[in-house]
């Protein structure tokens, strides 16, 4: 066993919020608290920003109504959300980040194929929250971007250094300022758009590639956030209500997606416009003049804090990949500087390129499907189906532990999973000829799971169970010494 899951000073206490000192390491009994009921609240704030909007954009712009629209993105994000939140139940059960678990599947050092993806998928959201959240700051204030960039991520940063306690304090208490503010724009919109603006189409006109199109990147947004979810259900007490559990993080994450994206849906659809910040601005006027400003400025706050969500995930995945390699002591030092480093690199991306990155927003949703949804199926298949939430934690971080180097099983059915999706891409710059024939439509998202989660139920009978179960009864023992000592 490496160094990683040896126990470290769990936090150092300043008022009601605690310096997290953990990072990739297995998080003792003695240290864990919080409240089931809190993952809903966190997740809400987690959805609920100006990206998640603009993922309702897309329905209106490719000719489909606003009903119609709405109705793809409940049962989209609804269907996304469910593999979602079925990872909650892992964190307390495991006391483990989320995308540490995958070396159970793919293996030590294999897990960094979905690793790769995930650090893609991490990068990619904070460069556009980076964006957003400074055009709504030079609303105000003058500065060009190579100001504002290296600034609203190093506040993200330096939240995310604070880490768990705050980044849960934040988004809780701004849930409420959230439901206020966007409540109050929602009513106006939906009282005055129909009767005062001229919608794009019909708000009952159908077109099927588009509504499919609406649904597959709506699920794919939520299954996105699969790699984030036990990273903050892992301090919760280990016999936390699975149940429970679910149902918060199910009704937060799923609540505010729908609303925001159905909002989305109606702006884009009546005021014909694709920017969020000034499709809202637009809108919160109707409440009283001004009040659109006071709506982009909660929405900024709450994307920077989810920026700094972003960033926290990033640094445990990539801490995690290099673990594999190179054994990483999970001191509060290490870190800080993986925090740092992506700082620096989110901050090069995001002066790199131009700000019209945004409009290829949609392509990247799709992306994220493409390589989340095999992984998702393989991680989940495997925590409720195949090891039944019973792991050898201990030898997730062994250099030589029961689950080996490169686990083929996952590796081929996560493989074979992604290929499966090949004929269903719809990007713009690449169509599959199954997409083509549905008119553009994407449900790769089918495949992909069916393939990678039901080859994966059917390798995973070859795994040597006995061998696990004496694994696991001496990580058992190890991890009970380690509490002792320490208590």
């Excluded at 049962?75 to 006391?95: D, S």
């Excluded at 724009?185 to 499919?212: C, E, H, K, M, Q």
């Excluded at 990247?364 to 989940?380: E, G, S």
Aim: glycine share 10%; charged share 10%; aromatic share 14%.
């Amino acid at each position: 066993m490496t160094s990683s899951p040896a126990p470290t000073n769990a936090a150092l206490t300043t008022g009601a919020i605690a310096l997290e000192r953990r990072s990739i390491d297995y998080i003792p009994q003695n240290e864990r608290r919080g409240r089931v009921w809190h993952q809903g609240p966190f997740w809400f704030t987690g959805n609920f920003v100006f990206l998640t909007m603009v993922v309702g954009f897309i329905g209106p712009s490719l000719g489909l109504g606003v009903q119609w629209s709405m109705l793809a993105v409940a049962l989209g994000a609804g269907f996304g959300t469910f593999f979602m939140a079925f990872h909650a139940n892992q964190g307390p059960r495991m006391g483990l980040p989320q995308m540490i678990q995958s070396r159970a599947q793919f293996g030590l050092r294999g897990a960094i194929i979905p690793f790769i993806a995930t650090i893609f998928v991490y990068i990619g959201f904070t460069v556009f929250g980076t964006v957003l959240v400074t055009q709504v700051i030079q609303l105000f204030l003058p500065g060009s971007k190579f100001l504002w960039y290296p600034l609203v991520i190093g506040i993200a940063i330096l939240i995310a250094i604070i880490g768990y306690d705050l980044l849960h304090f934040v988004q809780r208490w701004l849930t409420y300022v959230l439901i206020a503010a966007f409540g109050l724009l929602t009513v106006a919109a939906a009282v005055t758009l129909p009767s005062t603006a001229t919608p794009i189409t019909a708000p009952d006109t159908w077109n099927g590639p588009a509504f499919l199109i609406q649904l597959s990147l709506a699920a794919g947004y939520n299954i996105s956030y699969a790699v984030y979810v036990s990273d903050y259900s892992r301090y919760l007490p280990a016999d936390s209500s699975a149940p429970r559990l679910i149902g918060w993080t199910y009704v937060g994450a799923a609540g505010s997606a729908i609303w925001l994206m159905s909002l989305g849906a109606l702006l884009g659809g009546y005021l014909q416009q694709s920017d969020a910040i000034s499709a809202l601005t637009t809108a919160g006027d109707l409440v009283f003049p001004g009040f659109g400003l006071v709506v982009v400025v909660v929405g900024a706050i709450a994307q920077l804090t989810v920026t700094a969500v972003n960033c926290y995930g990033t640094m445990l995945t990539g801490l995690t990949a290099i673990d594999g390699f190179v054994p990483v002591r999970p001191t509060l030092r290490v870190r800080i500087l993986g925090l740092a480093l992506v700082g620096v690199v989110s901050t090069v991306i995001a002066l790199a390129i131009p700000e019209s990155y945004l409009a290829s927003f949609n392509g990247f949703v799709a992306l994220m499907l493409y390589f989340l949804v095999p992984w998702t199926a393989v991680n989940l298949v495997d925590f409720y189906l195949v090891r039944r939430g019973h792991y050898a934690i201990t030898d997730i971080f062994a250099r030589h532990g029961v689950y080996g180097t490169w686990a083929w099983r996952g590796i081929l059915a996560y493989a074979l999973g992604f290929l499966a999706m090949v004929p269903f891409f719809a990007l713009p710059f690449y169509t599959g000829p199954i997409a083509a024939a549905l008119g553009g439509a994407d449900i790769a998202f089918i495949p992909g799971l069916l393939v990678g989660g039901g080859l994966y139920a059917l390798l995973a009978r070859g795994i040597d169970a006995d061998r696990e179960a004496a694994a696991i009864a001496r990580s058992e023992e190890e991890l009970q010494i380690i509490e002792a000592v320490k208590a």
